[in-house]
Protein backbone atom coordinates (compact mmCIF):
# COMPACT_ATOMS: atom_id res chain seq x y z
CA UNK A 1 0.00 0.00 0.00
CA UNK A 2 2.54 2.38 0.74
CA UNK A 3 4.57 1.29 -2.30
CA UNK A 4 1.71 1.99 -4.39
CA UNK A 5 1.34 5.20 -2.57
CA UNK A 6 4.80 6.33 -2.84
CA UNK A 7 4.30 5.07 -6.64
CA UNK A 8 1.47 7.36 -7.23
CA UNK A 9 2.79 10.48 -5.58
CA UNK A 10 6.05 9.80 -8.06
CA UNK A 11 4.08 10.28 -10.85
CA UNK A 12 2.24 12.63 -9.71
CA UNK A 13 4.85 14.80 -9.09
CA UNK A 14 6.78 14.44 -11.93
CA UNK A 15 3.61 15.30 -13.87
CA UNK A 16 3.72 18.51 -12.37
CA UNK A 17 7.40 19.24 -12.69
CA UNK A 18 6.75 18.24 -16.24
CA UNK A 19 4.19 21.34 -16.75
CA UNK A 20 7.26 23.31 -15.21
CA UNK A 21 7.22 26.87 -14.22
CA UNK A 22 6.48 27.33 -17.52
CA UNK A 23 5.23 30.87 -20.13
CA UNK A 24 2.20 29.45 -21.07
CA UNK A 25 0.58 27.13 -18.19
CA UNK A 26 -2.55 28.75 -16.94
CA UNK A 27 -2.94 31.04 -19.39
CA UNK A 28 -6.14 31.01 -19.72
CA UNK A 29 -6.54 32.70 -16.25
CA UNK A 30 -5.02 35.70 -17.88
CA UNK A 31 -6.01 36.01 -21.60
CA UNK A 32 -3.56 38.33 -22.61
CA UNK A 33 -2.37 41.60 -22.02
CA UNK A 34 0.91 40.16 -20.64
CA UNK A 35 2.64 43.59 -21.39
CA UNK A 36 -0.02 45.64 -19.77
CA UNK A 37 -0.42 43.82 -16.78
CA UNK A 38 2.87 43.40 -15.92
CA UNK A 39 3.41 47.13 -16.70
CA UNK A 40 1.08 48.62 -13.83
CA UNK A 41 3.47 51.23 -12.44
CA UNK A 42 1.81 51.06 -8.76
CA UNK A 43 2.42 47.22 -8.95
CA UNK A 44 6.21 46.95 -10.16
CA UNK A 45 6.79 49.76 -7.60
CA UNK A 46 4.70 47.24 -4.60
CA UNK A 47 6.78 44.39 -6.10
CA UNK A 48 10.12 46.23 -6.16
CA UNK A 49 9.53 47.72 -2.47
CA UNK A 50 8.81 44.43 -0.75
CA UNK A 51 11.54 42.77 -2.52
CA UNK A 52 14.30 45.25 -1.60
CA UNK A 53 12.55 44.49 2.45
CA UNK A 54 11.14 48.47 2.12
CA UNK A 55 7.44 47.10 3.06
CA UNK A 56 7.12 44.71 6.40
CA UNK A 57 4.54 42.56 7.40
CA UNK A 58 2.09 42.68 4.92
CA UNK A 59 -0.57 40.14 4.75
CA UNK A 60 -2.24 39.99 1.49
CA UNK A 61 -1.17 41.51 -2.21
CA UNK A 62 -2.86 44.37 -2.76
CA UNK A 63 -6.01 43.46 -4.80
CA UNK A 64 -4.79 46.02 -7.51
CA UNK A 65 -1.89 43.87 -8.46
CA UNK A 66 -3.51 40.28 -8.47
CA UNK A 67 -3.29 39.96 -12.05
CA UNK A 68 0.19 41.68 -12.15
CA UNK A 69 1.75 39.01 -9.50
CA UNK A 70 0.04 36.36 -11.06
CA UNK A 71 1.67 37.06 -14.31
CA UNK A 72 5.02 37.55 -12.96
CA UNK A 73 4.80 34.26 -11.63
CA UNK A 74 3.72 32.13 -14.34
CA UNK A 75 4.68 33.99 -17.19
CA UNK A 76 8.31 33.88 -16.92
CA UNK A 77 10.07 36.92 -15.32
CA UNK A 78 10.18 35.13 -12.25
CA UNK A 79 11.90 32.19 -13.87
CA UNK A 80 14.36 34.82 -15.26
CA UNK A 81 15.08 36.47 -11.82
CA UNK A 82 16.11 33.24 -10.20
CA UNK A 83 17.87 32.10 -12.52
CA UNK A 84 19.93 35.30 -12.98
CA UNK A 85 20.69 34.68 -9.01
CA UNK A 86 21.12 31.83 -9.48
CA UNK A 87 23.50 32.23 -11.75
CA UNK A 88 25.44 34.76 -9.91
CA UNK A 89 25.44 32.71 -6.94
CA UNK A 90 27.30 30.01 -9.42
CA UNK A 91 30.09 33.00 -10.21
CA UNK A 92 30.47 33.15 -6.61
CA UNK A 93 30.84 29.68 -5.41
CA UNK A 94 33.56 29.14 -8.53
CA UNK A 95 35.65 31.63 -6.60
CA UNK A 96 35.51 30.43 -3.44
CA UNK A 97 38.48 27.47 -1.99
CA UNK A 98 37.20 25.68 0.14
CA UNK A 99 38.79 23.79 2.73
CA UNK A 100 39.56 20.02 3.57
CA UNK A 101 38.20 19.79 6.76
CA UNK A 102 34.35 19.09 5.29
CA UNK A 103 32.84 22.28 7.54
CA UNK A 104 32.25 24.27 4.47
CA UNK A 105 28.13 25.13 4.92
CA UNK A 106 25.81 26.52 3.08
CA UNK A 107 22.16 26.95 3.58
CA UNK A 108 18.92 26.93 1.58
CA UNK A 109 15.40 27.67 2.48
CA UNK A 110 13.06 25.18 1.84
CA UNK A 111 9.12 26.63 0.29
CA UNK A 112 9.70 29.34 -2.26
CA UNK A 113 13.50 28.10 -2.46
CA UNK A 114 14.09 24.47 -3.28
CA UNK A 115 10.52 23.34 -3.29
CA UNK A 116 7.57 26.01 -4.77
CA UNK A 117 4.40 26.09 -3.89
CA UNK A 118 2.70 27.49 -7.00
CA UNK A 119 0.16 25.52 -7.84
CA UNK A 120 -1.17 25.86 -4.17
CA UNK A 121 -1.05 29.58 -4.10
CA UNK A 122 -2.75 29.25 -7.80
CA UNK A 123 -5.98 28.47 -5.53
CA UNK A 124 -5.20 31.49 -3.35
CA UNK A 125 -5.21 33.82 -5.93
CA UNK A 126 -1.33 34.29 -5.91
CA UNK A 127 -1.42 35.88 -2.37
CA UNK A 128 -4.50 37.63 -3.07
CA UNK A 129 -5.90 35.55 -0.32
CA UNK A 130 -4.64 35.82 3.34
CA UNK A 131 -2.48 32.92 4.78
CA UNK A 132 -4.83 29.95 5.81
CA UNK A 133 -2.61 27.37 7.52
CA UNK A 134 -4.80 24.54 7.56
CA UNK A 135 -5.29 24.84 3.61
CA UNK A 136 -1.30 25.34 3.44
CA UNK A 137 -1.14 22.03 5.99
CA UNK A 138 -3.31 19.72 3.58
CA UNK A 139 -1.08 20.47 0.25
CA UNK A 140 1.87 20.39 1.82
CA UNK A 141 1.35 17.16 3.29
CA UNK A 142 0.34 15.44 -0.06
CA UNK A 143 4.39 15.92 -0.91
CA UNK A 144 4.57 17.48 -4.02
CA UNK A 145 5.79 20.45 -4.29
CA UNK A 146 7.55 20.34 -7.37
CA UNK A 147 11.61 21.58 -7.43
CA UNK A 148 12.32 24.80 -8.10
CA UNK A 149 14.56 23.88 -11.26
CA UNK A 150 17.66 26.63 -11.28
CA UNK A 151 18.18 26.03 -7.78
CA UNK A 152 17.94 22.24 -7.72
CA UNK A 153 20.52 22.76 -10.07
CA UNK A 154 22.73 24.80 -7.79
CA UNK A 155 21.60 22.57 -5.03
CA UNK A 156 23.58 19.70 -7.19
CA UNK A 157 26.63 21.44 -7.63
CA UNK A 158 27.04 22.81 -3.87
CA UNK A 159 26.58 19.53 -3.02
CA UNK A 160 29.70 18.22 -5.65
CA UNK A 161 31.77 20.93 -4.69
CA UNK A 162 32.02 19.38 -1.36
CA UNK A 163 29.70 22.13 0.69
CA UNK A 164 27.54 20.45 3.47
CA UNK A 165 24.41 21.89 2.41
CA UNK A 166 21.45 22.71 5.27
CA UNK A 167 17.89 23.27 4.34
CA UNK A 168 16.59 25.04 6.56
CA UNK A 169 12.54 25.36 7.21
CA UNK A 170 10.01 27.62 9.37
CA UNK A 171 7.64 23.53 8.40
CA UNK A 172 7.02 22.50 12.16
CA UNK A 173 8.77 19.17 12.51
CA UNK A 174 6.64 16.93 13.65
CA UNK A 175 3.50 17.90 11.54
CA UNK A 176 5.76 17.97 8.34
CA UNK A 177 9.41 16.49 8.94
CA UNK A 178 8.58 13.25 7.28
CA UNK A 179 6.36 14.07 4.13
CA UNK A 180 9.75 16.80 3.70
CA UNK A 181 12.54 14.27 3.02
CA UNK A 182 9.77 12.32 1.09
CA UNK A 183 9.16 15.37 -1.05
CA UNK A 184 12.75 16.43 -1.52
CA UNK A 185 14.12 12.93 -2.23
CA UNK A 186 11.01 12.53 -4.72
CA UNK A 187 12.16 15.87 -6.18
CA UNK A 188 16.05 15.03 -6.66
CA UNK A 189 17.57 16.31 -3.43
CA UNK A 190 19.70 14.25 -2.30
CA UNK A 191 22.91 14.52 -0.34
CA UNK A 192 22.03 17.10 2.24
CA UNK A 193 23.99 17.19 5.43
CA UNK A 194 21.01 17.80 7.35
CA UNK A 195 16.95 19.03 6.81
CA UNK A 196 16.18 21.45 10.30
CA UNK A 197 12.61 21.87 10.98
CA UNK A 198 10.83 23.81 13.60
CA UNK A 199 10.83 22.05 16.89
CA UNK A 200 8.95 22.28 19.91
CA UNK A 201 11.73 24.68 21.15
CA UNK A 202 10.97 27.33 18.75
CA UNK A 203 7.25 27.33 18.45
CA UNK A 204 6.20 30.89 17.97
CA UNK A 205 9.49 32.42 16.99
CA UNK A 206 9.68 34.70 14.18
CA UNK A 207 11.32 33.44 11.36
CA UNK A 208 14.47 35.83 12.10
CA UNK A 209 14.92 34.59 15.56
CA UNK A 210 14.55 30.60 15.05
CA UNK A 211 16.86 30.67 12.03
CA UNK A 212 19.63 32.53 13.49
CA UNK A 213 19.35 30.59 16.44
CA UNK A 214 19.77 26.89 14.09
CA UNK A 215 22.48 28.85 12.44
CA UNK A 216 24.37 29.96 15.27
CA UNK A 217 24.29 26.28 16.63
CA UNK A 218 25.84 25.68 13.31
CA UNK A 219 28.39 27.79 13.42
CA UNK A 220 29.56 26.72 16.94
CA UNK A 221 29.98 23.23 15.48
CA UNK A 222 32.21 24.45 13.40
CA UNK A 223 30.81 25.16 9.84
CA UNK A 224 31.63 28.45 8.15
CA UNK A 225 28.42 29.67 6.16
CA UNK A 226 29.26 30.90 2.72
CA UNK A 227 26.32 31.18 1.25
CA UNK A 228 22.16 31.90 2.53
CA UNK A 229 19.74 31.82 0.09
CA UNK A 230 16.04 32.14 0.73
CA UNK A 231 13.08 33.64 -0.64
CA UNK A 232 11.97 35.72 2.80
CA UNK A 233 14.24 38.45 4.44
CA UNK A 234 13.78 36.57 7.71
CA UNK A 235 15.90 34.01 6.40
CA UNK A 236 18.53 36.17 5.49
CA UNK A 237 18.58 38.92 8.45
CA UNK A 238 19.66 38.09 12.09
CA UNK A 239 22.75 37.21 13.37
CA UNK A 240 25.10 34.34 11.30
CA UNK A 241 24.01 35.05 8.03
CA UNK A 242 26.45 33.38 6.50
CA UNK A 243 29.36 35.38 4.25
CA UNK A 244 27.16 36.35 1.33
CA UNK A 245 22.91 36.34 1.33
CA UNK A 246 20.77 35.69 -1.85
CA UNK A 247 17.21 37.04 -1.58
CA UNK A 248 15.17 35.37 -4.20
CA UNK A 249 11.94 36.78 -5.28
CA UNK A 250 8.46 35.80 -3.84
CA UNK A 251 5.71 38.63 -4.21
CA UNK A 252 3.10 36.06 -2.63
CA UNK A 253 3.63 36.20 0.75
CA UNK A 254 5.72 37.52 3.76
CA UNK A 255 7.21 35.54 6.52
CA UNK A 256 7.83 38.13 9.38
CA UNK B 1 30.15 89.09 -6.76
CA UNK B 2 29.74 85.97 -5.09
CA UNK B 3 26.04 87.38 -4.60
CA UNK B 4 26.02 87.43 -8.51
CA UNK B 5 27.40 83.66 -8.64
CA UNK B 6 24.96 82.22 -6.02
CA UNK B 7 21.86 84.21 -7.81
CA UNK B 8 23.14 82.64 -11.25
CA UNK B 9 23.10 79.22 -9.24
CA UNK B 10 19.93 79.39 -7.81
CA UNK B 11 17.87 80.26 -11.25
CA UNK B 12 19.96 77.60 -13.20
CA UNK B 13 19.09 74.82 -10.26
CA UNK B 14 14.91 76.11 -10.28
CA UNK B 15 15.37 75.61 -14.16
CA UNK B 16 16.61 72.20 -13.70
CA UNK B 17 13.97 71.60 -11.07
CA UNK B 18 11.30 72.83 -12.98
CA UNK B 19 11.77 70.33 -15.92
CA UNK B 20 11.99 67.72 -12.82
CA UNK B 21 12.48 64.03 -13.02
CA UNK B 22 9.55 63.72 -15.57
CA UNK B 23 7.91 61.74 -17.77
CA UNK B 24 8.59 63.23 -21.62
CA UNK B 25 11.83 64.83 -20.66
CA UNK B 26 14.98 63.43 -22.47
CA UNK B 27 12.68 61.78 -24.63
CA UNK B 28 14.53 62.80 -27.72
CA UNK B 29 17.08 59.74 -26.71
CA UNK B 30 14.43 56.96 -26.77
CA UNK B 31 12.52 57.60 -29.60
CA UNK B 32 9.78 55.37 -28.27
CA UNK B 33 9.01 51.37 -27.53
CA UNK B 34 9.34 52.53 -23.51
CA UNK B 35 6.88 48.98 -23.10
CA UNK B 36 9.59 47.18 -24.86
CA UNK B 37 12.90 48.48 -23.23
CA UNK B 38 11.15 48.67 -19.53
CA UNK B 39 10.10 44.70 -20.10
CA UNK B 40 13.23 43.44 -21.14
CA UNK B 41 13.10 40.27 -19.21
CA UNK B 42 17.04 40.47 -18.42
CA UNK B 43 17.08 43.73 -17.95
CA UNK B 44 14.34 43.32 -15.28
CA UNK B 45 15.99 40.47 -13.69
CA UNK B 46 19.32 42.56 -13.65
CA UNK B 47 17.73 45.74 -12.18
CA UNK B 48 15.94 43.46 -9.28
CA UNK B 49 19.16 41.49 -8.54
CA UNK B 50 21.09 44.61 -8.15
CA UNK B 51 17.94 46.49 -5.86
CA UNK B 52 17.84 43.33 -3.33
CA UNK B 53 21.83 43.61 -3.40
CA UNK B 54 22.30 40.10 -4.99
CA UNK B 55 24.78 41.65 -7.43
CA UNK B 56 27.72 42.93 -5.48
CA UNK B 57 30.81 45.26 -6.85
CA UNK B 58 29.22 46.29 -10.65
CA UNK B 59 30.90 48.96 -12.30
CA UNK B 60 29.15 49.65 -14.72
CA UNK B 61 25.20 48.40 -15.97
CA UNK B 62 24.97 45.84 -18.83
CA UNK B 63 25.25 47.11 -21.93
CA UNK B 64 22.23 45.52 -23.15
CA UNK B 65 20.33 47.47 -20.60
CA UNK B 66 21.25 51.00 -21.02
CA UNK B 67 18.17 51.93 -22.87
CA UNK B 68 16.24 50.02 -20.18
CA UNK B 69 17.71 52.19 -17.29
CA UNK B 70 17.73 55.11 -19.04
CA UNK B 71 13.98 54.30 -19.57
CA UNK B 72 13.76 53.32 -16.00
CA UNK B 73 14.84 56.46 -14.66
CA UNK B 74 13.30 59.31 -17.05
CA UNK B 75 9.92 57.69 -17.99
CA UNK B 76 8.26 57.61 -14.29
CA UNK B 77 8.72 53.86 -12.53
CA UNK B 78 11.50 55.12 -10.94
CA UNK B 79 9.45 58.35 -9.56
CA UNK B 80 6.35 56.28 -9.12
CA UNK B 81 9.11 53.34 -7.03
CA UNK B 82 10.54 56.30 -4.61
CA UNK B 83 7.53 57.49 -4.19
CA UNK B 84 5.97 54.05 -2.90
CA UNK B 85 8.31 54.22 -0.78
CA UNK B 86 8.00 57.79 0.66
CA UNK B 87 4.65 56.52 1.17
CA UNK B 88 5.61 53.33 3.43
CA UNK B 89 8.06 56.00 5.36
CA UNK B 90 5.25 58.25 5.74
CA UNK B 91 3.35 55.29 7.26
CA UNK B 92 6.12 54.22 9.76
CA UNK B 93 6.47 57.72 11.34
CA UNK B 94 2.57 58.49 11.88
CA UNK B 95 2.90 55.21 13.88
CA UNK B 96 5.94 56.48 16.05
CA UNK B 97 6.11 58.53 19.25
CA UNK B 98 8.84 60.73 20.01
CA UNK B 99 9.74 61.55 23.19
CA UNK B 100 10.77 65.09 24.57
CA UNK B 101 14.93 64.93 24.92
CA UNK B 102 15.33 65.72 21.22
CA UNK B 103 17.45 63.17 20.84
CA UNK B 104 14.75 60.93 18.11
CA UNK B 105 17.14 60.95 14.93
CA UNK B 106 17.19 59.76 11.35
CA UNK B 107 19.14 59.51 8.76
CA UNK B 108 19.04 60.51 5.37
CA UNK B 109 22.01 59.89 2.91
CA UNK B 110 22.75 62.78 0.16
CA UNK B 111 23.36 62.04 -3.51
CA UNK B 112 20.75 60.32 -5.27
CA UNK B 113 18.63 60.52 -1.81
CA UNK B 114 18.10 64.24 -1.03
CA UNK B 115 19.97 65.13 -4.23
CA UNK B 116 19.54 63.57 -7.79
CA UNK B 117 22.66 63.31 -10.47
CA UNK B 118 20.61 62.67 -13.03
CA UNK B 119 21.84 64.98 -15.05
CA UNK B 120 25.15 64.44 -14.46
CA UNK B 121 25.00 60.71 -14.91
CA UNK B 122 22.65 61.67 -18.20
CA UNK B 123 25.99 62.33 -19.69
CA UNK B 124 27.63 59.04 -18.14
CA UNK B 125 24.72 56.96 -20.38
CA UNK B 126 22.97 56.33 -17.08
CA UNK B 127 25.56 54.21 -15.68
CA UNK B 128 26.75 52.71 -18.84
CA UNK B 129 30.35 54.30 -18.03
CA UNK B 130 32.58 53.47 -15.55
CA UNK B 131 33.07 55.76 -12.47
CA UNK B 132 34.78 59.02 -13.29
CA UNK B 133 36.11 60.98 -10.16
CA UNK B 134 37.14 64.12 -11.72
CA UNK B 135 34.13 64.70 -14.15
CA UNK B 136 31.96 64.13 -11.07
CA UNK B 137 33.91 66.57 -8.68
CA UNK B 138 33.30 68.94 -11.86
CA UNK B 139 29.64 68.49 -11.41
CA UNK B 140 29.50 68.28 -8.01
CA UNK B 141 30.96 71.33 -7.14
CA UNK B 142 28.51 73.10 -9.48
CA UNK B 143 26.02 72.45 -6.51
CA UNK B 144 23.15 72.61 -8.46
CA UNK B 145 21.80 68.68 -8.24
CA UNK B 146 18.20 68.89 -8.07
CA UNK B 147 16.12 68.14 -5.05
CA UNK B 148 14.53 64.38 -5.49
CA UNK B 149 10.65 66.16 -4.56
CA UNK B 150 9.48 63.11 -2.50
CA UNK B 151 12.50 63.03 -0.45
CA UNK B 152 12.50 66.33 -0.03
CA UNK B 153 8.75 66.51 1.54
CA UNK B 154 9.65 63.46 3.73
CA UNK B 155 12.77 65.47 4.84
CA UNK B 156 10.03 68.33 5.95
CA UNK B 157 7.86 66.30 7.21
CA UNK B 158 10.68 64.55 9.11
CA UNK B 159 12.10 68.29 10.57
CA UNK B 160 8.25 69.31 11.15
CA UNK B 161 7.63 65.78 13.15
CA UNK B 162 10.38 66.99 15.79
CA UNK B 163 13.39 64.26 14.22
CA UNK B 164 17.04 65.50 13.87
CA UNK B 165 17.82 65.12 10.40
CA UNK B 166 21.52 63.69 10.03
CA UNK B 167 22.54 63.95 6.63
CA UNK B 168 25.48 61.14 6.36
CA UNK B 169 27.03 61.40 2.58
CA UNK B 170 30.74 59.47 1.33
CA UNK B 171 31.33 63.07 -0.16
CA UNK B 172 34.89 64.59 0.79
CA UNK B 173 34.66 66.62 2.98
CA UNK B 174 37.27 69.02 2.34
CA UNK B 175 36.49 69.13 -1.51
CA UNK B 176 32.86 69.24 -1.29
CA UNK B 177 31.69 70.42 2.65
CA UNK B 178 30.79 74.29 1.42
CA UNK B 179 28.91 73.33 -1.62
CA UNK B 180 27.24 70.66 -0.37
CA UNK B 181 25.65 73.19 2.23
CA UNK B 182 24.80 75.46 -0.26
CA UNK B 183 23.47 73.12 -2.74
CA UNK B 184 20.82 71.49 -0.30
CA UNK B 185 19.81 74.87 1.04
CA UNK B 186 19.18 76.38 -2.24
CA UNK B 187 16.91 72.88 -2.40
CA UNK B 188 14.71 73.43 0.01
CA UNK B 189 16.78 71.37 2.66
CA UNK B 190 17.02 73.55 5.83
CA UNK B 191 16.92 72.76 9.73
CA UNK B 192 18.99 69.38 9.21
CA UNK B 193 20.65 68.93 12.48
CA UNK B 194 24.38 67.98 10.52
CA UNK B 195 25.28 67.23 7.30
CA UNK B 196 28.17 64.74 7.82
CA UNK B 197 30.75 64.49 5.06
CA UNK B 198 33.77 62.37 4.87
CA UNK B 199 36.74 63.13 7.02
CA UNK B 200 40.16 62.69 6.38
CA UNK B 201 40.06 60.23 9.07
CA UNK B 202 37.67 57.96 7.21
CA UNK B 203 39.34 58.52 3.82
CA UNK B 204 39.43 55.13 1.90
CA UNK B 205 37.32 53.18 4.08
CA UNK B 206 34.38 51.36 2.83
CA UNK B 207 30.81 53.14 2.78
CA UNK B 208 29.29 50.69 5.49
CA UNK B 209 32.90 50.85 7.61
CA UNK B 210 32.70 54.78 7.41
CA UNK B 211 28.76 55.28 7.77
CA UNK B 212 28.46 52.28 10.74
CA UNK B 213 31.14 54.60 12.53
CA UNK B 214 29.48 57.94 12.04
CA UNK B 215 26.55 56.11 13.27
CA UNK B 216 28.04 54.42 16.51
CA UNK B 217 29.02 58.11 17.35
CA UNK B 218 25.82 59.53 17.07
CA UNK B 219 24.38 56.50 19.25
CA UNK B 220 26.94 57.28 21.53
CA UNK B 221 25.60 60.75 21.95
CA UNK B 222 22.46 59.81 22.87
CA UNK B 223 20.64 59.64 19.78
CA UNK B 224 17.83 56.73 19.01
CA UNK B 225 18.29 56.06 14.81
CA UNK B 226 14.39 55.51 13.93
CA UNK B 227 15.06 55.50 10.15
CA UNK B 228 17.74 55.62 7.53
CA UNK B 229 17.20 55.75 4.40
CA UNK B 230 19.72 55.67 1.30
CA UNK B 231 20.14 54.46 -2.01
CA UNK B 232 22.80 52.03 -1.64
CA UNK B 233 23.13 48.95 0.61
CA UNK B 234 25.91 50.47 2.46
CA UNK B 235 24.52 52.90 3.65
CA UNK B 236 22.25 50.58 5.13
CA UNK B 237 24.34 47.32 6.52
CA UNK B 238 26.75 47.56 9.10
CA UNK B 239 25.92 48.78 12.63
CA UNK B 240 23.55 50.66 14.56
CA UNK B 241 21.35 50.67 11.10
CA UNK B 242 18.48 52.07 12.55
CA UNK B 243 14.85 50.63 13.86
CA UNK B 244 14.06 50.72 10.14
CA UNK B 245 16.11 51.04 7.06
CA UNK B 246 14.53 52.15 3.70
CA UNK B 247 16.55 51.05 0.24
CA UNK B 248 15.84 53.52 -2.71
CA UNK B 249 16.63 52.39 -5.93
CA UNK B 250 19.44 53.42 -7.86
CA UNK B 251 20.35 51.34 -10.85
CA UNK B 252 22.94 54.32 -12.28
CA UNK B 253 25.99 53.07 -9.85
CA UNK B 254 27.14 51.08 -7.13
CA UNK B 255 28.95 51.88 -3.68
CA UNK B 256 30.33 49.37 -1.76
Redesign the interface.
Known amino acids: METLMFFLLFVMSNMVLSTKLSNDHLSRHSGGGQ?VE??S??C???R??T??????GWRTVPIQCLRHVEAYMIR??YD??V???VD?IRNYIDQLVLSDDGMDAWILDVDETCLSNLYYYEGKRFGGDPYDPHAFKEWALIGICPAIPSILGLFRKLVETGFKVFLISGRDETAFGQVTVQNLHLQGFFGFQRLILRSEAYKGQSGVVYKSEIRRKLMEEGYRIWGNVGDQWSDLHGEFVGN????L?NPMYYVP
Chains 1, 2 share one sequence.
Not at 51 to 56: I, K
Not at 244 to 247: A, C, G, L
Request: net charge neutral; aromatic share 10%; glycine share 4%.
Open positions: LLSSYLSWLAETNNLHGQSDKLIERTFKP
